[in-house]
């Protein structure tokens, strides 16, 4: 079974500075995918990044990237130049092979300071 | 392009009566998904199903819980005889194919009185 872990349950940021979540993961397969979902008041789930745990390049999107350590079992997701915009919740997720069964973290509250 | 929708948004249940959640997918989008958010945790997989068909329900309650995705029509979710634990926001997500990223609804909030 999957597990994944995100051990800060509150973070917070002052806008325009840079902003690491961590996630931990634990799985048994070679071939699967992780993601960060952002969660903001709406409640509307949004992807933020994906990563293929085949490919050895961090994945980025504009101001949001990952540091993917897979030996280490390890996802975190960087935030640079954070805008007031950014605050939500943020989960970390793990999917198997066909990634159709996701496997979420608790999350991580994340607050943007003006 | 519309997202997935579901409706109602918002839905209230008495104890012992039955819940109806629908999730209509994006279009061209054949694999539908349903996540449990209880307060205060991440989003729980319930059950994934293709038109027609359910692919993995190994994540829905044996008793009470059924889910369908017709040829015609949304996908449901059906709780009957519902109970205080059943109160949680639920998810619908579909996918254009079983690899393919998840993209999620704004979800139902069942509250059970």
């Known amino acids: 079974a999957q597990t994944v872990t995100q051990s800060q349950p509150e973070m917070s940021v002052q806008e325009a500075e840079t902003v690491t979540l961590s996630c931990t993961y634990d799985?048994?397969?070679?071939?699967?995918?992780l993601f960060w979902y952002k969660q903001p008041p709406s409640r509307q789930m949004i992807l933020v990044i994906r990563?293929?745990?085949?490919?050895?390049q961090n994945a980025t999107e504009n101001r949001f990237s990952v540091n993917f350590q897979k030996a280490a079992k390890s996802f975190s997701l960087k935030i640079s130049d954070s805008q007031l915009g950014d605050a939500a919740m943020y989960f970390c997720a793990h999917g198997g092979g066909s990634a159709r069964q996701l496997t979420f973290g608790s999350g991580t509250q994340l607050t943007v300071l003006p | 392009n519309a997202g997935v929708m579901q409706n109602p948004r918002h839905l209230v249940r008495r104890r012992g009566q039955e819940a109806r959640l629908r999730c209509s997918p994006m279009?061209?989008?054949?694999?539908v998904y349903w996540y449990r958010q209880l307060p205060e945790e991440g989003l729980k997989f319930m059950v994934y199903l293709q038109k027609e068909n359910i692919i993995d329900e190994s994540g829905m309650p044996k008793e009470r819980f059924s889910a369908e995705f017709p040829k015609e029509g949304p996908s449901i979710l059906r709780i009957q005889q519902v109970v205080r634990g059943d109160s949680a926001a639920y998810f619908c997500?579909?996918?254009?194919?079983?690899?393919?990223?998840?993209?999620f609804g704004n979800g139902t909030r069942l509250t059970v009185t």
């Open positions: 799985t048994s397969e070679s071939d699967y995918y």
């Open positions: 990563q293929e745990a085949y490919k050895q």
């Open positions: 997500a579909s996918s254009p194919q079983e690899d393919s990223p998840l993209h």
């Open positions: 279009k061209g989008h054949s694999h």
